[in-house]
């Protein structure tokens, strides 16, 4: 599904990826580990088309497209949803209605007819318990005066909603006290299916005990320097990342 | 970055959509200004004596005035002697009854833009008192209004058959002698809509005029009044689109309204006239006085506007809160593009105790445009507890455009509380990007983030009006995403 192939890039001439390497599969779910700095963030950004980072080698093929000379929106619709690690407030334009907006653009663009308000409000009230998020919560303006836990539990609302092929959550979990992480964590699990890729990007171990992962990668100054399964995590979690510069 | 202007650039390169002229026959009269030419346009138009004194005193007075300098505006000066001070479309004597009898391409015109006076007056509700440059050529649900006592007429009408209402109320807002363009105005002003609702009634549909300037280098100097006697209510709609031109129109038109005892009236406007182009050429020069009197106890006078159009506007709808409990209101948005200038905003002056009032002003510039938002509150030493809020906000979309503030305060009574708030901001690029990475393209999105921004004064707009209007910001905007 998605092929990373030795991909370079930097910011302001400061290189942050360095022959990065990354296959995901449908069906898998895959954790980014590491410190601040390694270059998890700006690994997310770069694939879901942000503006200001150079290219300096490499490719990405999204189910065979060179998925880097796409618009952000041209990813979406190829099925592409990012979950961002600080949601953008929109003042003035309720939850529902930019839900909304995007759930039908990304239709259109593949085609299919869009849905009306009533079909639609049904489809987001039944999705929202899933991340248990009553409708008040609908009519609010994006982002705007959400706490911490409700704006990453928005995200994962539209993820749900969207359905997307390829998910990367951008540290979802961090900011989110217990019960939160559970909630999160649950939607991300019904995300989960065979036709779906997953990747997790996270400082912690702890969102992996409720999101099992089937790979751990950490990732160290723009580079993967380790793969593994989910027991990589709990080392990690163990003896902290100068172990894997260590070993 | 460099990428991302280019897209800016392109998305804001929109051409004006409702640009074409028809081809109606126009009686026009020569260009130039002089005692002459309004004694023509006097009787032209059969007025009464006191009628032509007032347009002559109101002459008198122009001559006298200077061209004000003070608003943020840059263009270049006026030759008042090349306008044509005057053109109708020629009637068969007397004009039209029923649509039937209307000019095909007029008609046909207002299809254009699409309003669909038949079918308006078959189901929507809305009675249209249609300007094609200076004289009323329809005007429907007439009878339906006449039933209760309602007035809705062109100006002339009212001139003719409402002579003691026009001349107790004429001026008395705006008076002949107010300001520059307002005086040139009342010495020349051709025709516009005329609203009277009697005591106690409730107007039952909106009322609603669309104003089209037609002839080359005519310059439009509509006046309306509306008047609302004790405990009525009337809301009033006016919208207007313009063809493309390149030579810079004048556009100088007054209104007053009156709020008796408990009365209300509430005035939306579209303004959508042809801004010019790309490189800022032609476009309507916009100088309008909007002002409203909440002369009664009770009354309230409540202004929005969606300003898109216009190379140069120049307006302040205001309220002058005289009867004790009155409220003024101004919700606005401004918008300007390419090259197109805006200096507008309101003046609320309460006199009369426990008058309240509110202004939301939000200013949206892209390309080289530049807002200007200025705002006079006075709270005289009559009103006892006087009451204002007032939000300034300011969107810009670029690098190259300007948004300014310039709010007045005067407070002379110290039961009074005033409260100003104002930012500015620019379409976030992080805005942006989270939308398209859900999928919507840059202009949905810009779209979507600019209507958010003025959803505060959308939802003063009746409701058919507000999807115009949202509509036609995102036409306006085409072109400017930053």
């Known amino acids: 599904m998605l092929q990373i192939k030795n991909l370079s890039a930097s910011v302001d001439n400061k290189k942050i990826l360095k022959d990065l390497n990354l296959e995901v599969k449908a069906g898998e779910v895959h954790a980014i580990m590491g410190p601040n700095g390694s270059g998890k963030s700006t690994l997310s950004q770069l694939l879901a088309g942000k503006e200001g980072y150079t290219l300096d080698g490499g490719e990405v093929l999204f189910e065979g497209k060179n998925l880097l000379t796409l618009s952000p929106e041209e990813r979406a619709s190829l099925g592409l949803f990012l979950a961002f690690q600080y949601p953008v407030e929109i003042p003035g334009v309720s939850n529902l209605y930019f839900l909304k907006s995007a759930y039908n653009a990304l239709r259109k663009k593949r085609g299919e007819e869009e849905l009306d308000a009533v079909d639609f409000m049904e489809l987001v009230k039944e999705k929202s318990k899933l991340v248990e998020m009553n409708e008040s919560f609908l009519t609010r303006p994006v982002n705007e005066g959400f706490s911490g836990g409700e704006k990453k539990r928005n995200e994962i609302l539209q993820m749900i909603v969207l359905e997307p092929k390829l998910c990367i959550l951008d540290e979802t979990d961090s900011g989110l006290d217990i019960d939160a992480l559970k909630v999160v964590s649950k939607g991300i699990n019904a995300t989960r299916s065979k036709n779906r890729g997953i990747i997790l990007i996270t400082h912690y171990q702890r969102l992996l005990n409720y999101c099992e992962p089937d790979f751990v990668h950490v990732l160290y100054n723009g580079k993967i320097l380790k793969s593994g399964g989910k027991e990589l995590a709990l080392e990690l979690e163990k003896h902290g990342y100068g172990w894997i510069l260590e070993s | ?482």
């Open chain 2, 1 to 482: 970055m460099k990428t991302k202007n280019h897209s800016i650039e392109e998305l804001t390169q929109k051409e004006y959509k409702y640009g074409f002229v028809s081809n109606i026959e126009m009686d026009k009269v020569p260009c130039g200004l002089n005692e002459d030419v309004i004694r023509l346009i006097s009787a032209k138009k059969e007025e009464p004596s006191f009628m032509l004194d007032w347009r002559l005193k109101a002459y008198g007075q122009w001559l006298k005035m200077k061209e004000p300098t003070w608003h943020n505006l840059h263009y270049p000066p006026i030759d008042f002697q090349k306008i044509s001070y005057y053109a109708a479309p020629k009637s068969k004597k007397s004009g039209p009854k029923t649509l039937e009898e209307v000019d095909p391409e007029i008609l046909a015109t207002f299809k254009k833009l699409g309003i669909p006076l038949e079918e308006q007056k078959l189901f929507s509700g809305v009675a249209v008192d249609a300007v094609l440059d200076s004289v009323s050529v329809a005007t429907t649900f007439k009878e339906k209004l006449g039933a209760l006592g309602i007035i809705f007429c062109s100006f002339s009408d009212a001139v003719k058959n409402h002579p003691q209402l026009v001349q107790q109320y004429l001026g008395s807002v705006v008076p002949y002698s107010d300001n520059f363009f307002a005086t040139l105005n009342s010495a020349v002003f051709s025709d516009g809509s005329f609203v009277y609702i009697p005591k106690g009634v409730r107007c039952p549909m909106e009322l609603s005029t669309y104003f089209r300037i037609n002839t080359q280098e005519t310059g439009q100097f509509e006046r309306t009044l509306i008047i609302a006697d004790e405990g009525s209510s009337v809301s009033y709609l006016e919208g207007c689109t313009a063809p493309i031109r390149d030579t810079n129109q004048l556009h100088a038109a007054v209104v007053e309204l009156v709020a008796l005892d408990n009365a209300q009236i509430k005035y939306s406007t579209i303004q959508n006239w042809y801004p010019g182009d790309k490189e800022g050429k032609g476009g309507i020069y916009n100088f309008v006085t909007k002002r409203g009197k909440c002369k009664g106890q009770n009354s309230k006078i409540s202004w929005t506007q969606v300003e898109t159009g216009s190379a140069i506007t120049w307006k302040y709808p205001s309220c002058i809160l005289q009867g004790d409990n009155s409220i003024g209101e101004f919700y606005s948005v401004a918008l300007t593009n390419h090259f197109q200038q805006a200096d507008t905003g309101t003046k609320m002056i309460h006199i009369g105790k426990n008058t309240k009032s509110t202004i939301i002003s939000k200013g949206i510039s892209a390309g080289h445009g530049q807002n200007t938002y200025r705002g006079a509150v006075t709270i005289q030493k009559s009103a006892e507890n006087g009451r204002n809020y007032s939000q300034c906000d300011s969107l810009l979309i670029g690098e190259l455009c300007g948004a300014h503030t310039f709010p007045y305060l005067s407070v002379n009574n110290t039961s009074a509380q005033v409260e100003h708030e104002a930012s500015t901001t620019k379409i976030g690029e992080d805005q942006l990007f989270y939308c398209r990475q859900r999928g919507l393209s840059q202009e949905d999105a810009v779209g979507l983030i600019v209507n958010g921004f003025c959803k505060k004064v959308f939802k003063e707009l009746p409701m058919e009006f507000a999807v115009e209007a949202q509509k036609l910001l995102n036409v306006s905007l085409e072109g400017s995403v930053g």
